[in-house]
């Protein structure tokens, strides 16, 4: 097994095998349903996060807190923090890399790493990207662990289609139940106003 720093921010090994996630883990994602038109196809072949049932999303803080942690506290923790912060819109034009994978660039990203920074800070002991990375990068994972042509070739395929945009409104909890990813809980930011 490789050492912890050679992780990508996805949780992808730098040789491309995706973590294996377990029973009891928790995270905190934006689902970004708006993007499923665009990515679905490649997500449910070549992210498996989607093949373990997680839908188009920018992950917040994974992992965060173990499931048996998650009482009626730490939900109203997360209610008062995430309801602190202000709904946005994000825009997603084009596409970036890690190595092996594939994502979508959120623009503005400064919401999302405020969302990161305000867990994070309500609870030190779980740092994102379980600490393994000092920069908070947000992204909307489409491939992991594959060669640089098949990334190429679904970027060229996405190029025409972008950008779209999407409205973030709440933060949502989801389990790993050993099979899948459950979501678990929905936690409303706070209102904003929209032109």
């Known amino acids: 097994m490789l050492p912890a720093a050679e992780l990508t921010p996805c949780g992808v090994m730098a040789d491309g095998n995706p973590r294996t996630f377990q029973a009891g883990q928790t995270g905190l994602i934006v689902r970004i349903p708006e993007a499923e038109p665009y990515v679905r196809r490649w997500r449910e072949r070549l992210d498996p996060s989607a093949r373990a049932g997680v839908p188009a999303h920018v992950t917040v803080l994974f992992p965060f807190l173990d499931e048996s942690r998650m009482d009626a506290l730490v939900h ?19 596409c970036g890399r890690f190595p092996g994978v594939l ?45 640089d042509g098949v990334l190429e070739e679904i970027e060229a395929g996405l190029a025409g289609r972008l950008p779209f945009t999407a409205h973030v409104a709440s933060v949502e909890l989801i389990v790993h139940d050993g099979v899948k990813w459950q979501e678990r809980a929905s936690f409303p930011l706070g209102e904003s106003s929209r032109s």
């Open 76 to 94: 109203a923790a997360l209610a008062d923090v995430l309801g602190g912060q202000q709904a946005f819109d994000l825009r997603f034009e084009r």
């Open 103 to 147: 994502h979508l660039v959120p623009e503005p990203d400064a919401p999302l790493r405020q969302l990161t920074e305000a867990i994070a800070e309500r609870w030190p002991e779980a740092p994102p990207y379980g600490g393994r990375h000092a920069e908070i990068v947000p992204h909307l994972t489409i491939a992991q662990g594959q060669e």
